[in-house]
């Protein structure tokens, strides 16, 4: 069975300071991998996804994630945030080689941003 | 071009009663998810439709069901309300042939009292 762990439950640091929220995941078979991100009050939006390749995957707003397998671990990173940053983020696993919507999250890691 | 939207978005029950949770997918999606967020929790998989038949489903007693229809929307049931089934349900459209590609609506929260 698959299982993901995100490490920090909360996250708070300063703006334009550089985070990283950890993630590892458990799986006997190969996987696809996701970051997802949920803004109060608004549904999950996909923040980054690796499926294959490169293991390093950026998204359009500076955030970056590389995929360990020898760690089994999916850590999320940005050089520097900003406020609107803040946010519930959650890891997120699926069975490799599959077009199942069936993702297993982590319990979520908050990113609180100050100013 | 609209998302995913849910319907209704807030409710309130009561143990023992049943509940009917409503999704439309993403134009052009043809397969839906649903997923139970209870309060400081990530979303758990309750199962995905797919040509109008449940194709997977995640760790969740039969009290839940769903059905898919031919335009692709779909229901969520629960029937005989527990306390425990108070949460946000997520609802979530991918294009079958695209791993992980989850659209997800805002949701619906529901309380049972």
């Known amino acids: 069975a698959q299982s993901v762990t995100q490490l920090d439950s909360q996250v708070p640091v300063f703006e334009e300071a550089p985070v990283e929220l950890r993630c590892n995941y458990s799986?006997?078979?190969?996987?696809?991998l996701f970051w997802y991100v949920q803004y109060p009050n608004q549904g999950l939006q996909l923040l980054l996804k690796?499926?294959?390749?490169?293991?390093l995957v950026e998204s359009i707003n500076g955030f970056e994630a590389e995929f360990n397998k020898s760690q089994t671990s999916f850590h999320l990173r940005k050089p520097s945030v900003h406020i609107s940053d803040t946010a519930e983020y959650f890891c997120a696993v699926s069975r490799g080689s599959s077009n199942t919507g069936k993702l297993i999250f982590g319990q979520g890691t908050t990113l609180q941003v100050k100013p | 071009d609209a998302g995913v939207t849910q319907s209704p978005t807030h409710l309130i029950k009561t143990r023992g009663q049943q509940v009917t949770l409503r999704c439309s997918p993403k134009s052009g999606h043809d397969t839906v998810s649903w997923y139970q967020q209870a309060l400081g929790q990530g979303p758990q998989f309750i199962f995905q439709y797919y040509e109008e038949e449940e194709r997977q489903r995640g760790n969740f007693p039969d009290r839940f069901s769903g059905h898919q229809f031919p335009n692709y929307s779909s229901e969520l049931n629960v029937n005989a309300l527990l306390l425990g089934d108070s949460a946000l349900y997520l609802c979530?459209?991918?294009?079958?042939?695209?791993?992980?590609?989850?659209?997800f609506g805002e949701g619906s929260r529901l309380t049972v009292l």
């Open positions: 979530a459209s991918s294009f079958s042939p695209l791993p992980g590609e989850l659209f």
């Open positions: 799986s006997s078979v190969s996987v696809y």
């Open positions: 690796y499926l294959s390749g490169s293991t």
